[in-house]
């Protein structure tokens, strides 16, 4: 079954207090990954596509990896405006959908 | 570029009441999907049209409905308003590589029902 798991659903960093994000799928024949950020009372926006095991992209103070099995999205020196709800979503190989996870609700404490 | 335009913002509604959500995607997309996402919830998968035909559609009522157009804009029609309905639809468009390419929301319809 295809299915897309974020953790930890919630995290609390101080200003400058680097972290990771986890989003661990089970999708097979992966044909992309995708992650987003949601502002309260927004639509999600769009920050990356990975496609393959060791690619990683880059956006100011946000990196996101790829392995066979899990995307890291790597916050470096975060600052309060990177405040949000992480998302990422993988199209389903049995389902004809995009399956996304319940996010990661991210507050940096200034 | 103009983004994925959604209107109306905000919508509210009665129990028993028919609602339309309108969205416009970006300019050479030709897929349109609906998403509702009940607060504090996360995305729940509702239609996927594309090239105007119904490509598929989340666990959802036969209440929930929708069609695109031949400009490919889309609307979402929900039949019998229930409190439950209550929750932020979301529209997102993509290109024609359909599920192998990033999706593209727009900011959504609050949706409230009284």
């Known amino acids: 079954e295809d299915q897309v798991t974020q953790s930890p659903e919630a995290l609390r960093l101080q200003e400058g207090e680097s972290s990771s994000l986890n989003c661990s799928y089970t999708?097979?024949?992966?044909?992309?990954l995708f992650w987003y950020r949601q502002d309260p009372g927004k639509g999600p926006e769009f920050l990356f596509t990975l496609y393959s095991a060791g690619e990683e992209k880059e956006k100011e103070r946000l990196k996101a990896t790829l392995t066979k099995k899990e995307s890291f999205l790597h916050i470096t020196a975060p600052k309060p405006e990177d405040s949000a709800t992480y998302l990422c979503?993988?199209?389903?190989?049995?389902?004809?959908?995009?399956?996304f996870g319940t996010g990661t609700s991210l507050t940096v404490i200034p | 570029e103009a983004g994925v335009t959604q209107s109306p913002t905000h919508l509210i509604k009665t129990r028993g009441q028919q609602a339309t959500l309108r969205c416009s995607p970006i300019?050479?997309?030709?897929?349109v999907y609906w998403y509702q996402q009940a607060l504090g919830l996360g995305l729940q998968f509702l239609l996927w049209?594309?090239?105007?035909?119904?490509?598929n559609r989340g666990n959802f009522p036969p209440r929930f409905s929708g069609r695109q157009f031949p400009n490919y804009s889309s609307e979402l029609n929900v039949n019998a308003l229930e409190l439950e309905d209550s929750a932020l639809y979301l529209c997102a468009s993509n290109g024609r590589e359909g599920l192998s390419q990033p999706q593209h929301f727009g900011d959504g319809t609050r949706l409230s029902i009284l």
């Open positions: 979503a993988v199209p389903g190989n049995t389902g004809n959908q995009f399956y």
């Open positions: 999708v097979s024949g992966l044909r992309g």
């Open positions: 300019s050479g997309h030709t897929s």
């Open positions: 049209y594309d090239e105007g035909e119904e490509r």
